[in-house]
């Protein structure tokens, strides 16, 4: 990495490998989806090299090349802060967000999943549990060898029954989809313009745009999954398929989740399908007001979510915001702090109900620990894509796991409950 760096710091490497990257990007696509996916990264690619040439000339390299890349993501980060409409603050449709018991079991059984799936299989792995009942990964998939179907875990967890309830409640199938995890998946998630995603929809019901990359992960992983849900179906058909996925993996889990629902609902009408996922990226866009129209309602029939941290730069980052930021970058004046940084419409978006979660102080009196710390709440806020549209997030560090991670026990502990716990 550190090589790579020092030897981008050279303008003239800079300006050869963006027309060498032009070049490969350019050529006709070749329907094979790893080719794709490395000609779409190919294109992305020279654009990022070519918009950022005084951040690389700004790195000073030595024995820190992560800190100095750091340093620039935290200027980024600085300039954002400057415009009014980088937080949450700045808009004015968002709307309070609370969930009950059972919603947050269901989003802790996402979150689960989704986090255990980076390490399945590995020196890593850690007992998978929720409600305090140990959960076992029933199949699995690796990841192919190029990236282009993505490692899946299938988890099977069922509810206890309610004690006024004599029937056993329908067990859930989560079907949690690995984020990125190695340099290919960085790969598939570079090719990211939009593709139409009619193969997704085999009855032509909805028409989308969708992000390339993600979208052939989604095909790759369709005929590789589709024998074991159908015959788990088959055995079980009242069962919830509960498709889940952090980062990357939660954009291919919403594609994957939208295909099965199109296949099997009909053919399995006691069937339930719903999708959580975490600090997402925006993966698709409904083509036209009634392919919007018939998304949304199949996404509020079925509960779908995606959770996000306020800030998080992944789940804003579609080709568009990405060149928005490049020149936000370049961007040297002063703003006023009323100044608003234009956005360009967004490319893609989420499917589902976007909520972000945001740290807040409270007042004193219930905002501080026995030893008088202050402690900050946790809140969160239902937006709509439009109103996502007009934010900037910038940072890196709210995205990873552990971010997620402490904020998934807070709601697991009711935290966003009515009362702020379970009583």
């Not at 992000?211 to 788990?232: D, T």
Request: charge should be negative; glycine fraction near 6%.
């Amino acid at each position: 990495m550190k090589a790579i760096v020092r030897a981008l710091t050279h303008k003239s490497i800079r300006s050869s490998a963006t027309t060498n990257l032009r070049a490969s990007g350019g050529a006709p696509v070749s329907g094979i989806t790893a080719s794709d996916n490395f000609e779409g990264a190919s294109q992305a690619s020279a654009e990022v090299l070519e918009g950022m040439n005084s951040a690389f000339e700004d790195i000073v390299i030595g024995d820190d090349t992560r800190g100095a890349l750091n340093t620039q993501l935290q200027r980024l980060d600085d300039r954002a802060s400057q415009f009014a409409n980088s937080s949450l603050d700045f808009c004015e449709s968002k709307e309070p967000w609370s969930c009950n018991r059972q919603e947050a079991s269901l989003i802790a059984l996402a979150w689960a999943c989704a986090a255990n799936v980076y390490d399945h299989g590995t020196d890593l792995q850690r007992d998978l549990e929720h409600a305090g009942t140990r959960l076992n990964v029933e199949w699995s998939l690796p990841a192919s060898s190029l990236g282009s179907a993505k490692a899946t875990t299938f988890t099977t967890y069922t509810p206890e029954p309610e004690a006024s309830d004599n029937s056993r409640p329908a067990p859930y199938l989560t079907i949690a989809v690995r984020g990125s995890a190695t340099k290919l998946d960085h790969i598939v998630n570079l090719n990211g313009d939009p593709r139409l995603g009619g193969d997704l929809f085999p009855d032509e019901s909805i028409r989308i745009n969708a992000h390339a990359g993600f979208l052939n992960s989604a095909l790759r992983l369709l005929p590789l999954l589709s024998g074991q849900i159908e015959q788990r179906l088959r055995d079980t058909p009242s069962t919830t398929l509960l498709f889940t996925g952090h980062s990357a993996g939660g954009a291919t889990a919403t594609l994957l989740y939208l295909a099965f629902r199109s296949r099997f609902a009909k053919r399995y009408p006691n069937a339930a399908f719903t999708c959580i996922t975490f600090g997402c990226p925006p993966v698709a866009k409904a083509i036209s007001r009634q392919d919007e129209n018939t998304l949304n309602q199949i996404a509020i029939q079925d509960n779908v979510i995606n959770i996000m941290n306020e800030f998080d730069f992944v789940t804003r980052a579609d080709s568009t915001y990405f060149r928005s930021l490049i020149q936000l970058y370049q961007h040297v004046d002063e703003a006023p702090s009323s100044a608003v940084w234009a956005l360009p419409p967004q490319q893609l978006q989420h499917v589902g109900a976007v909520v972000v979660l945001r740290k807040e102080i409270p007042g004193f009196e219930i905002g501080t620990d026995a030893q008088g710390n202050t402690c900050l709440r946790l809140s969160a806020w239902k937006l709509t894509p439009e109103s996502l549209a007009q934010v900037m997030f910038c940072r890196l560090s709210v995205h990873g796991r552990i971010e997620y991670q402490k904020r998934m026990a807070q709601i697991e502990n009711g935290a966003l409950s009515e009362h702020g716990g379970w009583s």
